[in-house]
């Protein structure tokens, strides 16, 4: 067969996926504002229903999934791919900050630093998930392995470093200085401090 260049196999790729490629604006409204309805739905009625807790917990359970779709949708406004304009993404984008307790500059300016690293073993302080090389694990002593494997272990990584991103490290501004976004964040804290003060003061502790 005829042997292709790597830029005469990226032609045919793309040429492949862009059908997949093009921006609806129509698709993406429906699965923004359909994503924050259910979410709200299951939201407050969890919080109503809280006195059952076999209803209430599958809710609130359900309720973290749309969550977590919500921030997936975040995730594309920052690449400007859910909608059709930049400004449409970015709107959007800050739209969903609250509920996903990200703020949505600070979000997208980390994301792309990323991008432009990961899997760079010369650029490990952009913020990744720390890799070790195996000389690097050879050479390391016995505690510093066991911090390692704790650290990469998955239940450690989603628990602790969850919490770890979302409750410390995009609440503080800091991070951010060198950027610019400082700002934003506290903004950002300000506005979720306000609307979780709402949830309270609507639904008392369940909400």
Same mark, same amino acid.
């Given at each position: 067969?005829?042997? #292709? ?17 093009? %921006? ?50 975040? !995730?594309?406004?920052?690449? !400007?791919?859910?909608?059709?304009? %930049? ?5 959007? +984008? ?20 990323? !991008? ?10 952009? +913020?990744?998930? !720390?890799? #070790? ?9 016995? *505690? ?12 450690? #990584? ?13 609440? *503080?501004? %800091?991070?951010?200085? %060198? ?29």
């Amino acid at each position: 067969g005829v042997q #292709m260049s790597v830029s005469d196999s990226q032609k045919q790729i793309r040429k492949f996926t862009r059908a997949y490629c093009e %921006k609806d604006d129509r698709i993406a409204a429906l699965s923004y504002f359909g994503s924050y309805a259910v979410f709200f739905a299951a939201l407050f009625a969890s919080a109503i229903l809280w006195a059952t807790p076999w209803l209430a917990v599958p809710l609130a359970m359900f309720a973290g999934v749309c969550g977590v779709r919500l921030y997936v949708l975040q !995730h594309d406004c920052g690449h !400007h791919s859910l909608f059709a304009t %930049k400004r449409a993404n970015d709107l959007a +984008g800050y739209g969903l900050s609250l509920i996903t307790l990200t703020p949505y500059r600070a979000m997208q300016y980390n994301h792309n630093v990323h !991008h432009y690293y990961v899997g760079n073993l010369d650029h490990r302080e952009a +913020g990744e998930v !720390h890799t #070790m090389t195996l000389a690097e694990w050879n050479d390391a002593p016995w *505690w510093h392995r066991l911090a390692y494997r704790i650290y990469r272990n998955p239940a450690f #990584m989603m628990f602790v470093g969850g919490f770890f991103v979302f409750f410390l490290h995009y609440r *503080w501004p %800091k991070s951010t200085i %060198k950027a610019g976004l400082w700002k934003g964040v506290l903004a950002h804290n300000a506005m979720l401090a306000a609307f979780l003060f709402s949830l309270w003061a609507i639904f008392g502790w369940p909400g």
